[in-house]
T-cell receptor, first 116, second 113 residues
Framework: GAGVSQTPSNKVTEKGKYVELRCDPISGHTALYWYRQSLGQGPEFLIYFQGTGAADDSGLPNDRFFAVRPEGSVSTLKIQRTERGDSAVYLC??????????????FGPGTRLLVL | GDSVTQMEGPVTLSEEAFLTINCTYTATGYPSLFWYVQYPGEGLQLLLKATKADDKGSNKGFEATYRKETTSFHLEKGSVQVSDSAVYFCALSDPQGAQKLVFGQGTRLTINP
């Protein structure tokens, strides 16, 4: 079956611009997660949705970052006034639920963001 | 806060060698532990997991045992193949609290024929 998909796969933008990154989770998965992976590092948590609501946004680095999941499926990560330090691979993951064995997170291929 | 420390890479081995990648963790509760693998050009994939002390996770010839006394979850494989070349990430999550995964920095493994 289809896995987690993310678009675009690559995004190049200029400092100060606004970008949107999209994530399509596995069908039927209620939980959705965003992570950021800098070069040579492990992924770092940004935000987690259970259904339509953000259950934990403690990893968002500042108020330039925002994410939505209006219908409980597709999610968009929005970055305002991009900075060069925002350059990274942005990973999305989904899980069937948040209990027991259904907590396993399945990752998309990521969006590589480069801010010039 | 919770954290994961992996042995630094890169690690280079010959085919059929024995592999160990060390992973230790710090957590306030009783976390679930995971190994994820990232093959060249692909996304993160779950390799194996263990949810309680003394559990052994295994998959594709890889094994890791949840050792609470040493707060470790070392990854092992008895005979590696060229196709095992990838970046390996150790991670934890708190089953009672936040749902997020906390990752180590990753270990790049290269297997030479």
């Amino acid at each position: 079956g289809a896995g987690v998909s993310q678009t675009p796969s690559n995004k190049v933008t200029e400092k100060g611009k606004y970008v949107e990154l999209r994530c399509d989770p596995i069908s039927g998965h209620t939980a959705l997660y965003w992570y950021r992976q800098s070069l040579g590092q492990g992924p770092e948590f940004l935000i987690y949705f259970q259904g339509t609501g953000a259950a934990d946004d403690s990893g968002l680095p500042n108020d330039r970052f925002f994410a939505v999941r209006p219908e409980g499926s597709v999610s968009t990560l929005k970055i305002q006034r991009t900075e060069r330090g925002d350059s990274a691979v942005y990973l999305c993951a989904s899980s069937l639920s948040t209990s027991g064995g259904r907590r396993t997170q399945y990752f998309g291929p990521g969006t590589r963001l480069l801010v010039l | 806060g919770d954290s994961v420390t992996q042995m630094e890479g890169p690690v280079t081995l010959s085919e059929e060698a024995f592999l160990t990648i060390n992973c230790t963790y710090t957590a306030t509760g009783y976390p679930s532990l995971f190994w994820y693998v990232q093959y060249p050009g692909e996304g993160l994939q779950l390799l194996l997991k263990a949810t309680k002390a003394d559990d052994k996770g295994s998959n594709k010839g890889f094994e890791a045992t949840y050792r609470k006394e040493t707060t470790s979850f070392h990854l092992e494989k008895g005979s590696v193949q060229v196709s095992d070349s990838a970046v390996y990430f150790c991670a934890l999550s708190d089953p009672q609290g936040a749902q997020k995964l906390v990752f180590g920095q990753g270990t790049r493994l290269t297997i030479n024929p």
